[in-house]
């Protein structure tokens, strides 16, 4: 105060005029002001009717109508501006006099229907009437606390009630373990064994004589942590199987042509996918199905085994790590591995399989567990109780035998029972036998246009016989050359063909001796053919001959002739077909057309001229027709005169 | 005790030198439900079998010692099966150590001509009686519940009284000499059937 | 087991039985039939020691047959018969007491087996304490069991390698009391069986008996 300069202070005098607007540049526009017919209409305007209504709420609405007055301000003066000014000032006055007396008379009517108490009637309306007195500050504040109260009381019963919930838990899972336990009681045989539970996975009661204990244990699932959500697959009971049934395992069957190196036997991995679960059922069901079939693939192995080193055969059975091998036929191997998979080990093995052709023959491998099955039967039923009861246990059958002076045929009958492995390697051969005759009966038919070769396999068949009817007809000639009808009955070490005359014939194996077979049957249906053609034809059969023991002669089989003359006696065709020669057919011609034939002196006379003239061989090849039958045809036709 | 077979001559088959072990007990009526129950759980996975056999004992009385003693078996179930002739030796003394009687045994499976032939060879029939019962196996372990019943008139079956009213109760097993190991089986097996029927080894001479 | 008839066939003038033997070996292999294997018949004969009654007993017989391994028949002659097992073998080592075992009686015949068609033809050597004593032919058609539809083709079957020396309808078959036209079983094989041997015991006590 005593010596710096004295400060200035300039003074504007506060605006009269509202302002409008501040443009960009600072300019202010002023509203300009109000004339007095706008002011009486502004101020009639204020005049608020709803004030009035309720009395009751005068003295405090008139406090904040002050407060609201101020506040409103503003927004009345925008809402002027902006709609056109009225007409009359005591326009709005007059309708807001003329709606509170229509609002009167309403609510006068209303009462007078209150009063009948007929069409209406009043009930309190519960109201809080502190939410509207208090201040907002308050009504903020109260409402948190209570806000807050209620969250407590929530929180406190959602503790409770986890609580509940955990236990409750706790006690399903008890009672889940029970149910889960009856269930497997239910199909599965258990024992308690001291304080464990030990089940039954093995083939024993159906009649199994495997030695593998084959029990698994019962285990109560108890390892979970309870404040974690509980996975979807648990299960509160469990079953600990043996380290050795654990896995997937199978009975891989296959049948190879060369054998392969002795240094690679034994090493057939192959693995099979998971079997995929079925819905509803059980993780341990799935388990204990899982560990049964490797115990029942590893009871056939070992079953396979014991009878393949029991067994003596001209080649001797190989026993190899997880692998038989066994020689049906010589260069033909057959194979049967038991495949065994753990799940760690699957990984890294699967993948160089993928590349291996697929060569099992799931037929066996499920005729194998048949045969096992019906061999657990055979255990079961064989142990029938003795009658009397004094009797010693044994089969019934072979009790008989002594008393009732069986013979050895009827013995052999009671005591043969061939083992496992002796069918299956019947089966396998039986089986190739049959995909071996169907490979080459349909390589000749390829290989072969003329004559056509059908075979028509039977869709039922035995384990150990099939059978298969082969015609050999030619194309347009189906109807006439029907002579050679084979029915192949395929058994398990030959090929019995039955003729259409009732001839049978067997055949070993050899591939070779089916297919000389045939084809010197389809050279014999040629000859046949011509002999069906001449009826036909009306020309004669002279002479006919299945088989010629004159001329070259065939490799295979023998070569067929026939001789045919025409309807007058004229000419003759002789044909001489053979299955390695091909055909030769020769054409006689009468005497008298022979030009070149010398004259002789001793048949002068004109009756020999109609003696029989000399041979020409006929250009078959060269022949037109589609196959030998129709040269055949036409040639016949040439040859007949026309009538 | 018995001396071993002396094969004087060929023996062209059969098997020389069996023995049958053989703990005996009995049961009351009322109780063979609960026995049978026991002996289903125990048992082989079969089917509870029952049986109905006539039994005639034979004897031949030699000129000196003992008769010669030959029990022949028929089953009135199965009547086409063939008789069942045994022979059963004295059961072995001494060895307190073995639980179970040990005694020979021929078994002989016969056409039914047997009774004429029995006759024919000098055998008189001493008495017969009918078992019927159930029959049970474990393994090599024969279990026989039976009921036996007096036979009325000689010969016939259908007319029969029962002697007691309990049942007998067998456990036995068949092996060759010397495979004392079964009657170990037996007596475990025995000591699973307590206490519904205590399984003992009865001396049949001391009964007589 | 079809109907079978048993006969004795003569040692044919200035031959060994071995050599007759051979000889119809030779004739039944002309004739077309396979030789199948061997066989066997034996015969035990026992005699109770004791007899209560004081009557002569009767001879027991147990007999065996290749034919049927697993039997053991046990015969008294004329008398009933039984089939048993072979545990009936042990049962008579048990029985020894009471029945003895007439040792030097056991008579077997042993030899080849020929199948013609449905014919089994047995020629065997009959031997009796290892000395050979005669020829035994079992000839069984295995077509039939009722000997008297079969017996005429079998005859004539015989006759033509046995030549003069064919049986008559053997007495088993005849002297049933129902007939020939019931079905046969094994006994009646072993008691024309038991039948020859007992005619060949006989023939040992006759001096100059065509035994080499």
């Not at chain 1, 023959?361 to 048949?370: K, T």
């Not at chain 1, 088989?547 to 490799?555: D, F, K």
């Given at each position: 105060?005593?010596?710096?300069?004295?400060?200035?202070?300039?003074?504007?005098?506060?605006?009269?005029?509202?302002?409008?607007?501040?443009?960009?540049?600072?300019?202010?526009?002023?509203?300009?002001?109000?004339?007095?017919?706008?002011?009486?209409?502004?101020?009639?305007?204020?005049?608020?009717?709803?004030?009035?209504?309720?009395?009751?709420?005068?003295?405090?609405?008139?406090?904040?109508?002050?407060?609201?007055?101020?506040?409103?301000?503003?927004?009345?003066?925008?809402?002027?501006?902006?709609?056109?000014?009225?007409?009359?000032?005591?326009?709005?006055?007059?309708?807001?006099?003329?709606?509170?007396?229509?609002?009167?008379?309403?609510?006068?009517?209303?009462?007078?229907?209150?009063?009948?108490?007929?069409?209406?009637?009043?009930?309190?309306?519960?109201?809080?009437?502190?939410?509207?007195?208090?201040?907002?500050v308050f009504q903020l504040i109260s409402k948190k606390k209570s806000l807050a109260n209620a969250a407590q009381l929530l929180l406190k019963g959602a503790e409770k009630l986890s609580k509940s919930v955990a236990e409750s838990q706790e006690q399903r899972r008890q009672r889940d373990f029970n149910t889960e336990l009856l269930q497997l009681r239910s199909q599965w045989k258990l024992r308690k064994v001291g304080d464990k539970i030990l089940g039954d996975l093995s083939y024993r009661s159906a009649g199994?004589?495997?030695?593998?204990?084959?029990?698994?244990?019962?285990?109560?699932?108890?390892?979970?942590?309870?404040?974690?959500?509980?996975?979807?697959?648990?299960?509160?009971?469990?079953?600990?199987?043996?380290?050795?049934?654990?896995?997937?395992?199978?009975?891989?069957?296959?049948?190879?042509?060369?054998?392969?190196?002795?240094?690679?036997?034994?090493?057939?991995?192959?693995?099979?996918?998971?079997?995929?679960?079925?819905?509803?059922?059980?993780?341990?069901?799935?388990?204990?199905?899982?560990?049964?079939?490797?115990?029942?693939?590893?009871?056939?192995?070992?079953?396979?085994?014991?009878?393949?080193?029991?067994?003596?055969?001209?080649?001797?059975?190989?026993?190899?790590?997880?692998?038989?091998?066994?020689?049906?036929?010589?260069?033909?191997?057959?194979?049967?591995?038991?495949?065994?998979?753990?799940?760690?080990?699957?990984?890294?093995?699967?993948?160089?399989?993928?590349?291996?052709?697929?060569?099992?023959?799931?037929?066996?491998?499920?005729?194998?567990?048949?045969?096992?099955?019906?061999?657990?039967?055979?255990?079961?039923?064989?142990?029938?109780?003795?009658?009397?009861?004094?009797?010693?246990?044994?089969?019934?059958?072979?009790?008989?035998?002594?008393?009732?002076?069986?013979?050895?045929?009827?013995?052999?009958?009671?005591?043969?029972?061939?083992?496992?492995?002796?069918?299956?390697?019947?089966?396998?051969?039986?089986?190739?036998?049959?995909?071996?005759?169907?490979?080459?009966?349909?390589?000749?038919?390829?290989?072969?246009?003329?004559?056509?070769?059908?075979?028509?396999?039977?869709?039922?068949?035995?384990?150990?016989?099939?059978?298969?009817?082969?015609?050999?007809?030619?194309?347009?000639?189906?109807?006439?050359?029907?002579?050679?009808?084979?029915?192949?009955?395929?058994?398990?070490?030959?090929?019995?063909?039955?003729?259409?005359?009732?001839?049978?014939?067997?055949?070993?194996?050899?591939?070779?001796?089916?297919?000389?077979?045939?084809?010197?049957?389809?050279?014999?249906?040629?000859?046949?053919?011509?002999?069906?053609?001449?009826?036909?034809?009306?020309?004669?059969?002279?002479?006919?001959?299945?088989?010629?023991?004159?001329?070259?002669?065939?490799?295979?089989?023998?070569?067929?002739?026939?001789?045919?003359?025409?309807?007058?006696?004229?000419?003759?065709?002789?044909?001489?077909?053979?299955?390695?020669?091909?055909?030769?057919?020769?054409?006689?011609?009468?005497?008298?057309?022979?030009?070149?034939?010398?004259?002789?002196?001793?048949?002068?006379?004109?009756?020999?001229?109609?003696?029989?003239?000399?041979?020409?061989?006929?250009?078959?090849?060269?022949?037109?027709?589609?196959?030998?039958?129709?040269?055949?045809?036409?040639?016949?036709?040439?040859?007949?005169?026309?009538? | 005790?018995?001396?071993?077979?002396?094969?004087?001559?060929?023996?062209?088959?059969?098997?020389?030198?069996?023995?049958?072990y053989l703990l005996q007990g009995s049961v009351l009526d009322q109780s063979l439900d609960s026995l049978l129950h026991r002996l289903r759980g125990l048992c082989d996975n079969m089917e509870p079998e029952s049986f109905a056999d006539h039994e005639l004992v034979y004897l031949l009385k030699g000129q000196q010692g003992n008769p010669f003693i030959l029990r022949a078996r028929r089953s009135l179930a199965h009547p086409t099966a063939p008789w069942h002739l045994r022979y059963l030796g004295q059961p072995?003394?001494?060895?307190?150590?073995?639980?179970?009687?040990?005694?020979?045994?021929?078994?002989?499976?016969?056409?039914?001509?047997?009774?004429?032939?029995?006759?024919?060879?000098?055998?008189?029939?001493?008495?017969?009686?009918?078992?019927?019962?159930?029959?049970?196996?474990?393994?090599?372990?024969?279990?026989?519940?039976?009921?036996?019943?007096?036979?009325?008139?000689?010969?016939?079956?259908?007319?029969?009284?029962?002697?007691?009213?309990?049942?007998?109760?067998?456990?036995?097993?068949?092996?060759?000499?010397?495979?004392?190991?079964?009657?170990?089986?037996?007596?475990?097996?025995?000591?699973?059937?307590?206490?519904?029927?205590?399984?003992?080894?009865?001396?049949?001479?001391?009964?007589? | 087991?079809?109907?079978?008839?048993?006969?004795?066939?003569?040692?044919?003038?200035?031959?060994?039985?071995?050599?007759?033997?051979?000889?119809?070996?030779?004739?039944?292999?002309?004739?077309?039939?396979?030789?199948?294997?061997?066989?066997?018949?034996?015969?035990?004969?026992?005699?109770?020691?004791?007899?209560?009654?004081?009557?002569?007993?009767?001879?027991?017989?147990?007999?065996?047959?290749?034919?049927?391994?697993?039997?053991?028949?046990?015969?008294?002659?004329?008398?009933?018969?039984?089939?048993?097992?072979?545990?009936?073998?042990?049962?008579?080592?048990?029985?020894?007491?009471?029945?003895?075992?007439?040792?030097?009686?056991?008579?077997?015949?042993?030899?080849?087996?020929?199948?013609?068609?449905?014919?089994?033809?047995?020629?065997?050597?009959?031997?009796?304490?290892?000395?050979?004593?005669?020829?035994?032919?079992?000839?069984?058609?295995?077509?039939?069991?009722?000997?008297?539809?079969?017996?005429?083709?079998?005859?004539?079957?015989?006759?033509?390698?046995?030549?003069?020396?064919?049986?008559?309808?053997?007495?088993?078959?005849?002297?049933?009391?129902?007939?020939?036209?019931?079905?046969?079983?094994?006994?009646?094989?072993?008691?024309?069986?038991?039948?020859?041997?007992?005619?060949?015991?006989?023939?040992?006590?006759?001096?100059?008996?065509?035994?080499?």
């Amino acid at each position: 105060m005593s010596g710096g300069p004295a400060v200035r202070v300039s003074i504007e005098s506060s605006c009269e005029r509202q302002v409008q607007e501040v443009s960009l540049d600072g300019v202010e526009t002023y509203v300009p002001p109000l004339s007095m017919s706008q002011n009486l209409a502004k101020l009639a305007q204020r005049i608020d009717f709803g004030q009035g209504s309720d009395s009751e709420e005068e003295e405090p609405n008139g406090e904040s109508r002050d407060t609201d007055w101020n506040k409103q301000e503003p927004e009345e003066d925008e809402g002027l501006v902006k709609f056109q000014p009225c007409l009359w000032p005591w326009d709005s006055v007059r309708n807001h006099l003329r709606s509170a007396l229509t609002e009167m008379c309403v609510l006068h009517d209303v009462l007078s229907i209150i009063k009948e108490k007929k069409y209406m009637a009043l009930d309190p309306v519960s109201q809080d009437p502190t939410a509207a007195k208090t201040p907002q500050v308050f009504q903020l504040i109260s409402k948190k606390k209570s806000l807050a109260n209620a969250a407590q009381l929530l929180l406190k019963g959602a503790e409770k009630l986890s609580k509940s919930v955990a236990e409750s838990q706790e006690q399903r899972r008890q009672r889940d373990f029970n149910t889960e336990l009856l269930q497997l009681r239910s199909q599965w045989k258990l024992r308690k064994v001291g304080d464990k539970i030990l089940g039954d996975l093995s083939y024993r009661s159906a009649g199994s004589l495997f030695n593998h204990h084959g029990t698994f244990e019962v285990i109560k699932n108890t390892d979970i942590d309870l404040d974690k959500k509980i996975p979807d697959d648990y299960c509160p009971l469990n079953v600990q199987i043996p380290s050795d049934l654990e896995g997937s395992a199978y009975i891989k069957v296959s049948i190879q042509k060369q054998s392969p190196d002795i240094g690679d036997l034994g090493t057939v991995s192959l693995f099979r996918r998971q079997p995929k679960a079925k819905p509803g059922s059980q993780a341990w069901h799935l388990k204990l199905e899982a560990a049964q079939n490797v115990l029942l693939c590893k009871e056939i192995f070992a079953q396979l085994s014991r009878e393949a080193v029991q067994i003596k055969s001209h080649i001797p059975h190989i026993v190899v790590k997880n692998q038989i091998i066994s020689q049906p036929f010589p260069g033909l191997q057959l194979s049967i591995s038991l495949c065994h998979s753990n799940i760690e080990k699957k990984n890294h093995r699967a993948s160089p399989d993928k590349s291996k052709p697929d060569d099992h023959l799931y037929v066996l491998e499920h005729n194998l567990h048949q045969l096992i099955r019906e061999f657990h039967k055979q255990n079961l039923s064989s142990s029938v109780m003795p009658h009397p009861a004094s009797a010693p246990f044994g089969p019934k059958r072979l009790r008989l035998a002594g008393p009732m002076a069986y013979d050895k045929p009827e013995i052999n009958c009671l005591q043969h029972s061939e083992g496992l492995l002796e069918k299956i390697i019947k089966q396998a051969k039986h089986i190739f036998l049959r995909s071996r005759t169907a490979r080459t009966i349909d390589s000749l038919a390829s290989r072969i246009e003329d004559p056509q070769i059908q075979a028509h396999w039977s869709n039922i068949n035995d384990v150990y016989e099939s059978s298969v009817k082969v015609l050999i007809t030619s194309q347009g000639y189906e109807q006439i050359c029907k002579s050679i009808q084979l029915q192949l009955n395929i058994g398990v070490e030959q090929i019995r063909v039955v003729h259409r005359d009732g001839r049978v014939i067997s055949l070993s194996h050899q591939e070779q001796e089916l297919q000389d077979f045939l084809l010197s049957q389809m050279s014999q249906h040629q000859v046949h053919a011509i002999q069906q053609l001449a009826k036909v034809m009306g020309w004669h059969v002279l002479s006919f001959s299945n088989h010629v023991g004159l001329g070259a002669i065939e490799s295979i089989g023998n070569a067929s002739a026939i001789t045919v003359a025409s309807p007058n006696g004229e000419y003759a065709i002789s044909v001489r077909n053979g299955p390695e020669s091909g055909c030769k057919v020769l054409v006689q011609f009468p005497r008298g057309q022979a030009k070149d034939l010398p004259k002789s002196d001793v048949l002068q006379d004109g009756k020999w001229s109609h003696l029989r003239g000399p041979y020409k061989e006929v250009h078959w090849s060269r022949m037109e027709g589609k196959n030998f039958v129709y040269k055949m045809e036409l040639l016949m036709a040439a040859l007949t005169p026309c009538p | 005790m018995e001396a071993p077979p002396v094969t004087v001559m060929p023996v062209t088959g059969g098997t020389i030198n069996m023995m049958e072990y053989l703990l005996q007990g009995s049961v009351l009526d009322q109780s063979l439900d609960s026995l049978l129950h026991r002996l289903r759980g125990l048992c082989d996975n079969m089917e509870p079998e029952s049986f109905a056999d006539h039994e005639l004992v034979y004897l031949l009385k030699g000129q000196q010692g003992n008769p010669f003693i030959l029990r022949a078996r028929r089953s009135l179930a199965h009547p086409t099966a063939p008789w069942h002739l045994r022979y059963l030796g004295q059961p072995e003394v001494g060895d307190k150590s073995r639980h179970a009687l040990v005694r020979n045994c021929v078994d002989v499976a016969a056409s039914h001509s047997l009774p004429d032939f029995l006759n024919e060879m000098g055998f008189r029939m001493d008495h017969e009686f009918v078992a019927k019962g159930h029959i049970f196996r474990k393994g090599a372990l024969k279990v026989v519940v039976s009921k036996l019943s007096r036979v009325l008139v000689p010969g016939n079956t259908d007319n029969t009284e029962p002697l007691s009213l309990s049942y007998l109760v067998e456990l036995s097993v068949l092996a060759p000499a010397g495979q004392d190991t079964v009657s170990e089986d037996m007596r475990s097996f025995a000591e699973q059937l307590k206490p519904l029927v205590h399984l003992e080894k009865i001396d049949p001479k001391r009964l007589m | 087991m079809g109907v079978t008839c048993v006969c004795q066939v003569p040692v044919a003038e200035g031959k060994s039985v071995q050599q007759t033997v051979e000889q119809l070996h030779k004739k039944l292999e002309q004739l077309g039939a396979m030789k199948q294997g061997s066989f066997f018949v034996d015969c035990e004969t026992y005699h109770a020691t004791s007899n209560a009654s004081g009557q002569p007993s009767k001879l027991l017989y147990v007999m065996h047959n290749s034919e049927t391994p697993l039997s053991c028949l046990a015969l008294f002659e004329g008398g009933p018969f039984l089939t048993a097992d072979a545990n009936f073998d042990v049962l008579m080592v048990k029985l020894k007491s009471h029945f003895q075992n007439a040792k030097g009686h056991k008579v077997e015949s042993r030899g080849a087996r020929y199948r013609y068609c449905d014919f089994l033809v047995k020629v065997g050597t009959v031997t009796m304490s290892s000395s050979a004593r005669g020829i035994s032919v079992e000839v069984e058609y295995c077509a039939c069991v009722v000997p008297g539809d079969c017996w005429n083709l079998m005859k004539e079957f015989m006759q033509s390698f046995l030549g003069s020396s064919v049986p008559e309808l053997p007495a088993v078959f005849s002297s049933k009391p129902e007939g020939l036209f019931v079905p046969t079983d094994c006994m009646d094989t072993m008691s024309q069986y038991l039948e020859l041997f007992s005619k060949v015991r006989k023939q040992q006590v006759l001096p100059g008996s065509s035994v080499r």
